[in-house]
């Protein structure tokens, strides 16, 4: 196909409109819920108060602000697909911003700032009624995705805008698209990274928690279980990689009671076999299991209790321990210059071949 084609092709998939609304119009749409910030997305509006007060300035300075974009549901409501940070800190700064935990008593206090050193410590309420309407007179650009769009319209331009230098994780990222295109798929991921046996054979950091790292490892729990390898050949970098296969995976056929049922058996049993050593490596010298949660030891052991359980064996403490022993050696061999999407195939073939080879 030519360039001249592929644009033409692609160009059809996303149908936008554009026109500019002042923000007393935005927070009206907000207040009467024909504008849609999903309660999950405001966790991630983590700007923080001197961002907010820059915001706040720029607009009383009439300073153009980038374009908001947002899609058109079946029920003409508009999701915000990007410019949630603007939207919240605005609706902050007027009071309106519902489950707001980041404005006392609702309304954010702004900093001084460069160019209004005397907008430090007001709020909207402390405001001249003049002010105000300067204020929401200010006008944004909006840019609307329309509902004849292609289905994964919004899922592909959200993860164009906010891929790098958004501040969010990539896992933070992909739930923002869960949200919009299987919001089913996003609840059960959040769901198992809950489940108890799992969260104890995860030791990780506070931080790395909130970055949603727990669901990043349900994700790779279930890319590994169900791997489609050409379309992992056609990836070079792993994010993207991930993006599509939540979207293969987590379609009307996928089984969820089952996976779910075999999920928690699978953590059961590796939690009451190794507790939060179970994805450590073993150190044989030592004889005792050391250092961080190893991304390639959580993906070969799940892969062979999994595989275990569903094909109806039993499977013990002891045969835990021995293959996950086993999965430390075989772990260590990996090269540490091996690029992450590669090792994911070093670790499925090492899972396989324990598997193969059983106890023996």
């Given at each position: 196909m ?43 509006y ?41 939207i919240a ?9 519902k ?11 702004a ?17 001249e ?10 006008k ?12 994964n ?22 739930n923002c ?22 969260l104890?054979?995860?030791p ?5 928690s ?45 089984q ?38 190893s ?19 039993t ?46």
């Open positions: 030519s360039l001249n084609k592929e644009i033409e092709s692609a160009r059809l998939k996303i149908h936008t409109d554009s026109y500019p609304m002042s923000i007393g119009e935005l927070a009206n749409l907000y207040d009467d819920n024909e504008l849609d910030i999903n309660p999950e997305f405001q966790r991630l983590r700007w923080n108060s001197t961002q907010k007060s820059r915001l706040i300035e720029s607009i009383f300075l009439g300073i153009p602000l980038p374009s908001i974009f947002v899609s058109q549901r079946d029920d003409g409501i508009w999701d915000v697909v990007d410019g949630l940070q603007r800190t605005i609706l902050a700064f007027m009071g309106k911003l489950d707001n935990i980041d404005s006392e008593k609702n309304f954010f206090r900093e001084k700032t460069k160019y209004l050193p005397s907008l430090g410590g007001k709020t909207w309420r402390e405001l009624p003049e002010l105000q309407r300067i204020f929401k007179r200010e944004v650009d909006i840019k609307i995705i329309k509902r004849e769009s292609e289905p319209a919004k899922f592909e331009l959200f993860q164009r805008l906010n891929t790098g230098g958004s501040g969010l994780t990539d896992q933070e990222i992909r698209l869960l949200i919009m295109v299987n919001k089913k798929a996003f609840n059960y991921i959040k769901g198992l990274s809950r489940n108890s046996d799992f104890a054979t995860m990780i950091s506070d931080k790395q909130e970055e949603a790292l727990y669901e990043e490892y349900v994700v790779r729990y279930f890319i590994q279980l169900h791997p489609d390898i050409s379309l992992r050949k056609s990836h070079d970098n792993i994010g993207p990689y991930f993006d599509e296969e939540v979207v293969r995976l987590f379609n009307t056929e996928f969820y009671e089952d996976e779910q049922k075999l999920f928690e058996q699978t953590f059961q049993i590796i939690n009451q076999s190794l507790g939060e050593d179970a994805f450590k490596k073993f150190h044989s010298k030592e004889e005792k299991y050391k250092g961080p949660v991304t390639p030891m959580f993906e070969v052991l799940t892969i062979i209790i999994a595989n275990k359980i569903r094909s109806g064996e499977v013990t403490p002891d045969n835990v321990m021995d293959f996950s022993k086993k999965a430390s050696n075989e772990v260590n061999a990996i090269p540490s210059t091996t690029r992450p999407i590669s090792k994911m195939d070093k670790t499925l073939n090492i899972a396989k071949k324990l598997l193969n080879n059983g106890q023996n």
